[in-house]
């Protein structure tokens, strides 16, 4: 009968209306400037450089200056200068660090690029979006100071990946490090091959002597 | 007081009513007839007749100004189209007649008429008086001009619909 | 009845009285009758001026609530300072006309609106000693005030000097046109029944209570509930509500008729669309809803006016909510639905309605019949019509994307 799909409708809105009142999921505005809502892990917002600790972070940052992401970036927007000297990083090996580290947050297009190329893991995507600035230019070239950001930090926008990219540095620190003790071992033995014999030799040289 | 109103009110029908004729903008004539009907209409209220006068606005100002102003904008083709002057010598002179002879009849019956002087009491008629009146012993008159506007709007749409029908003839 | 009236008399409900009276009793006589029209005037102007402001807030409130967002809550409190942000915006924008305009008319369109839409207050009785002015052919008077809104909208449309304007004010003139047939074939009934014109009488004839408790309000005939229908579909067509808010359909056209207007004009057309909405729902609880009469005779005791704004708000919040619900319709389908279908339904009403007046002193078993038939005049036109308006018409079938 004509006039039953118009009351169907009526009613559909007066559950909506009435809803936005006890019911959450019918009044989904979240009043931002006041609340905000809850990113989701995968979220990502323009790059961040990961440093190990937060009291040092210029002294722990993971980035040995390699300049891959620089070269992949598409819009070219990472601009980095190796150092002269090095820096123990943190397994102690002595590494280039950068010197000077910057993005330009009015270039970067959020791809994410730079994190897929880096073999460190030193350079993550952020959470931030209140990127806003007051001015067009010095605020919106970032550099290695406003971008480094701790691995705590990284923990808690992203504990997930941040959990399976600290297991995987360990992991290769661990082997790095077995390695370096095998490798030293190694070295201990062949330097020791030449000593080794020798508190066996001992007794022989005199024999051959 | 009253009789300062009446006439102020009566000029300004008259006056709306008079250059409603003489302007050269048809849609700025309408209006102008449209404030000369609504002045009538306050005649009508002024004369204690509120049902006339509220008739008067709803189907003049209401429905008719609105079939005027319709017509005017349907068949004007451009400004300069509206004859000032007219065609023939003839025609002016039959025009004047027709006008003349009209103008009349009005004042014949203007004249005629047997005007009460002085204030009098009109007759009261509420709105129940003029329906019995109408449905009773007017109702053959009602009905007849309920056909005679029948049939004029018929008229008026066979009128406006043989348009395509000429233009289906057209290409034989 | 006489005892109803004489309890209902309280301090309250002369209130609004007894201030008029307070603030001329010390003119002089002939004076006096001026001050309290000039006193009547504001008050109407105030208080509809405000409730103007309030339904601008609450339709926008409600129509975010209805969409599952909160609506305006910026400015001051809940957003109540609302409608004074828009107003300061509105007056303070430019008042730009258009070089070829006709300078005359498009400044006397949107006051030609405004006061005929202020002027339909007059007549409406508010409460029980309170109506502006009394007169014999109220309601007639009422509707030749709202039929000058077409000229207005038309003198808008064709001043503006844009074929768009005109386009459009054709556009709504065809509808105003269309509906104003309905809308004064669905009030003819209650002229029917309550045989007078004026306001007033029409309220007195719905203030008996039948079996002691039910209100004899028009609506609870059958004849009554098809008209009130019918004048609140073609009210919502007249004063360009959604879903018959064609002439300025803001996601399709610019404005319609309004394009050419900007700032104060602007606001005048905006005040009158919503008074004329107003005013057409004050008409609608005078005709049908029993106008200023409380629901029960034990809730009498609450003043007469506040159940006049009672009713009268939830009209509008009606308004707002059949706003929010339903799309726009076609020119077409809104024209086919006035001639086709509320005319029609309209004209048996009022052979209900006869049948109903006729039937007046039937008791006992043919009282009953006497319903049986009303309401199967009412109901069986409805479905046929209905039936035969969307023939042809299935519900439409979407595909969505896998």
């Known amino acids: 009968m004509l006039g039953t799909g118009l009351l169907q409708g009526l009613a559909v809105t007066a559950k909506n209306f009435a809803g936005s009142f006890h019911d959450p999921k019918r009044l989904t505005t979240v009043e931002y400037p006041e609340k905000k809502s809850v990113i989701p892990e995968a979220f990502r917002n323009f790059p961040f450089l990961v440093s190990e600790n937060a009291e040092d972070p210029m002294g722990t940052l993971r980035c040995v200056a390699c300049q891959i992401c ?16 090095k820096k123990p990083d943190a397994s102690g090996k002595m590494q ?20 897929e190329v880096c073999p460190f893991d030193a350079i993550k995507m952020d959470h931030v979006y209140e990127i806003a600035t007051s001015e067009r230019f010095e605020t919106l070239l970032l550099d290695r100071h406003d971008l480094a ?36 071992l190694a070295k201990a033995a062949l330097a020791a091959k030449p000593a080794a014999p020798a508190p066996a030799a001992p007794p022989k040289p005199p024999e051959q002597a | 007081m009253t009789t300062a109103l009446l006439i102020l009110i009566a000029l300004v029908t008259l006056c709306s009513a008079a250059t409603a004729m003489l302007l050269r903008n048809l849609i700025h004539s309408v209006l102008l007839l449209i404030g000369s009907w609504i002045g009538v209409s306050v005649f009508y209220l002024f004369a204690g007749a509120e049902f006339v006068a509220f008739a008067q606005v709803l189907v003049y100002v209401g429905a008719v100004s609105m079939v005027v102003l319709f017509a005017v904008l349907l068949t004007r083709r451009s400004r300069a189209d509206m004859a000032v ?66 049939v004029a709007t018929l008229g008026g749409v066979v009128i406006a619909s043989t348009d395509g029908a000429s233009k289906k003839e057209g290409p034989k | ?27 002089p006589e002939p004076w006096r009758w001026f001050a309290n029209s000039l006193i009547a005037i504001v008050a109407i102007l105030a208080v509809f001026g405000l409730l103007f402001a309030a339904l601008t807030l609450a339709e926008r409130k409600i129509l975010g609530r209805v969409q599952n967002r909160p609506g305006p809550n910026r400015t001051g409190p809940f957003g109540l300072l609302q409608p004074i942000a828009d107003g300061i915006k509105m007056l303070s924008k430019e008042d730009i006309v258009p070089r070829d305009a006709d300078h005359l008319l498009h400044f006397l369109a949107p006051v030609t609106l405004l006061a005929s839409s202020i002027l339909a207050f007059a007549v409406i009785p508010y409460g029980r000693h309170l109506i502006p002015v009394e007169l014999d052919a109220a309601v007639l008077y009422f509707f030749c005030v709202g039929a000058t809104t077409e000229l207005a909208v038309f003198m808008a449309g064709w001043s503006s000097h844009n074929k768009y304007s005109l386009l459009a004010a054709m556009r709504a003139l065809a509808q105003l046109i269309s509906y104003e047939l309905p809308l004064l074939l669905s009030w003819l009934p209650v002229v029917m029944i309550s045989g007078t014109l ?46 018959f808010d064609l002439p300025e359909a803001e996601s399709e056209l610019i404005a319609g008729h309004l394009t050419e207007y900007s700032g104060c004009k602007y606001v005048f057309f905006f005040m009158a669309e919503y008074f004329g909405m107003t005013a057409l729902s004050g008409m609608a609880v005078t005709l049908f809803l029993g106008g200023w009469h409380a629901p029960l005779p034990s809730l009498e005791f609450i003043p007469s006016y506040v159940w006049f704004g009672a009713k009268l708000i939830t009209l509008l919040m009606g308004f707002i909510w059949i706003r929010a619900t339903f799309p726009r319709l076609r020119i077409d389908q809104l024209t086919r639905f006035a001639w086709k279908f509320l005319v029609p339904l309209a004209l048996v009403n009022l052979g209900t309605t006869a049948f109903w007046s006729l039937s007046f002193g039937w008791t006992g078993p043919l009282l009953a019949a006497r319903c049986t038939v009303a309401v199967i005049l009412v109901v069986v036109p409805f479905v046929l019509l209905g039936r035969r308006l969307s023939s042809g018409l299935t519900p439409r079938t979407y595909s969505y994307a896998p």
């Open chain 1, 96 to 115: 280039i660090y950068p010197a000077v580290f910057r993005i330009d947050s009015s270039v970067c297009m959020n791809c994410q690029i730079c994190v």
């Open chain 3, 198 to 243: 004026s306001t007033t009488g029409i309220v007195a004839a719905q203030s008996a209570w039948r079996w002691g408790w039910m209100p004899t309000w028009h609506v609870f005939t059958p004849w009554g509930l098809a008209g009130f229908v019918i004048f609140m579909v073609a009210a919502l067509a007249e004063s360009n509500r959604s879903p």
């Open chain 2, 85 to 150: 002057s007219p065609d023939t010598q003839s025609r002016a002179v039959s025009a004047v007649l027709a006008a003349g002879a009209v103008l009349a009849v009005l004042l014949y019956a203007v004249l005629l008429t047997p005007l009460p002087s002085g204030i009098s009491q009109g007759p009261s008629a509420n709105v129940r008086q003029i329906g019995t009146e109408l449905m009773g012993t007017h109702a053959a008159a009602l009905l007849v001009i309920g056909m005679i506007l029948t």
């Open chain 1, 149 to 184: 950001k701790p691995n705590s930090y990284f923990h808690q926008i992203r504990p997930l990946e941040a959990a399976e990219v600290d297991g995987r540095l360990t992991a290769e620190r661990k082997a790095a490090e077995e390695k370096a003790k095998a490798a030293a």
């Open chain 1, 70 to 85: 620089e070269k992949e970036c598409p819009p070219q927007c990472i601009y980095i200068e190796k150092s002269k000297d």
């Open chain 3, 1 to 27: 009845m006489n005892a109803a009236q004489d309890t209902g008399e309280t301090l309250l409900e002369r209130a609004p009285q007894a201030l008029r009276d307070l603030l001329t009793s010390h003119l």
